[in-house]
């Protein structure tokens, strides 16, 4: 009986742990996105609707529509030059990034809240305030 439980314990630390590492990735691929600007690596992991807040405007947008947006902010700020992290947690089954959108023509606190949907973290909201 120990040998039975201790299998069952086994095998979930083993599930959790990979749950764990393939959460780890997507939220790697959405800082790597980030990093280099690219709208389409970063949309691959929004939610079908999703949240934006830029410094102008903020809405709830659909996936095309939120590429779009993001795209236009990005080319309108000169291009991302990079996005350093400042925090990453989980609060309440939700994992959220905060760090400094730097762009050529400014600095913007960012916020990212991501979400278990099925077997993938989706992006629900998106934040960008102007330093």
Do not use: C, W
């Amino acid at each position: 009986m120990k040998a039975f439980l201790f299998a069952i314990l086994v095998g979930l630390g083993m599930t959790f742990s990979g749950f764990t590492t393939k959460t780890a990735a997507e939220m790697d691929s959405v800082l790597v996105a980030l990093k280099s600007g690219n709208v389409s690596l970063l949309s691959r992991y929004f939610d079908n609707r999703i949240d934006i807040t830029l410094p102008e405007r903020s809405d709830n947008y659909s996936r095309s529509q939120a590429e779009m947006i993001l795209k236009n902010f990005f080319n309108n700020n000169g291009g991302v030059t990079n996005f350093e992290l400042r925090h990453k947690g989980e609060n309440s089954g939700a994992n959220y990034l905060i760090g400094m959108l730097l762009t050529n023509n400014g600095r913007y606190r960012t916020t990212l809240f991501m979400k278990q949907k099925g077997e993938k973290q989706l992006l629900q909201e998106v934040r960008f305030q102007q330093e």
